[in-house]
């Protein structure tokens, strides 16, 4: 299919695909059961240039946008999810400073990380504040010129290895989500540690923590946009990321197809290869339609955001639901076209479908999504917009 990608996103797709193919899938496996994080990966996404694509130029990026993202982290994905997840969460916690940093922080922390020098994260969950985010519990109270944070953030992508963290905080507790503000935290402040790292079904090489605030003093520049912006910073870049998760599971469920009919063509049954049976022919035919509409969504949602259309939550969850959902069912199918060696270790399958549960739950679950749909449906319905 031509996706009409211009010259230099085929040339990103084609890098990111060439570091996947030579540098991650080789040791795919071997990261996913010592849950090793990529370090070294991160160091040749940096030195080919790939860290920063979707960073504006003027502070050391690429220029790109979200489309730009999505072909790296697809391309990468293919390869393993997991250690491309260094790459994607560092975009979910780098897009809150595109977004709604000043030309101050944005200097101070876009070069470093478009360079691949740092790692970004982004904390919004608690342990009490899942799909309900408005429920979060760690406060952040203006004292003098310092903000004092306290509160545990959970599951937080790239924590401990991340050294810049955008943080949503309750800066006033009797406005609800409109009292939330979102903070610059560095790593190595006093006050802010790290709780042990999660052990995981899937995407082990990516490294889940928890992120503790006792009494983490931050000097009050590091305010994101205004104070009672912070919801509005964590939904807006969730709308620019989502894109990225639905982007993951493309590249899992590509990653699966392409091992799926390479077997097919190789394991001789009946004394035919199994691809000459119409059963595995059907399911084959399935999930390349599946994987080729999932695609055509999700470049179509990244270009509708990157053209700075207004209205993107409902294009952006719809591209997360289907892909996450393609990837789940594309990687079940590649585990039965294995058969019993699609349930082994040695095979990459196995990893690929544990992989792609997460991008049904992660980013707000895929049922939060469909409330979002369903609401902005309602919404234009009503002619309220
Ligand atoms: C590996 C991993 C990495 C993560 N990385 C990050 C990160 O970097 N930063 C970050 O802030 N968070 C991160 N998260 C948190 C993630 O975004 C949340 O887990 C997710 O939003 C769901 O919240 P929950 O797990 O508390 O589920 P819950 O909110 O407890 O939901 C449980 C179930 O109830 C359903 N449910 C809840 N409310 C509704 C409703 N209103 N309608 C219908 N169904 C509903 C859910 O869909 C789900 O099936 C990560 C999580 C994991 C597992």
Known sequence: MEYFLTEEQQMIKELAAKIADEKIAPVAIQYDEEGKFPHDIVKILADSDLCGVYIPEEYGGLGGGVLEMALVVEELSRGCAGIALAFAGTGLGAFPIILFGNEEQKKKYLPDIAAGKKLAAFGLTEANAGSDAAGIQTTAVLEGDEYVLNGTKQWITNGGEADVYTIIACTDRNKGARGFSAFIVEKGTPGFSFGKKENKMGIRASCTRELIFENCRI?????????????????????????????????????????????????????????????????????????????????QTCRHIDSGAKNISKESAMAKVFASDVAMRVTTDAVQILGGYGYMK?????????????????????????????LELIKEASGKK
């Open 219 to 299: 000097p009050k520049e590091n305010l994101l946009a205004r104070e009672g912006m912070g919801f509005i910073v964590a939904m807006k870049t969730l709308d620019r990321t989502r894109p990225g998760v639905a982007a993951q599971a493309l590249g899992i469920a590509q990653g699966a197809f392409d091992a799926a009919l390479k077997y097919s063509r190789e394991r001789v049954q009946f004394g035919q290869p199994i691809s000459s049976f119409q059963a595995i022919q059907h399911m084959l035919a399935d999930m390349a339609i599946q994987i080729e509409a999932a695609r055509s969504l999700v470049y």
């Open 346 to 374: 040695e095979y990459p399958v196995e990893k690929m479908m544990r992989d792609a549960k997460i991008t049904q739950i992660y980013e707000g679950t895929n049922q939060i999504q469909r409330n979002i749909i369903a």
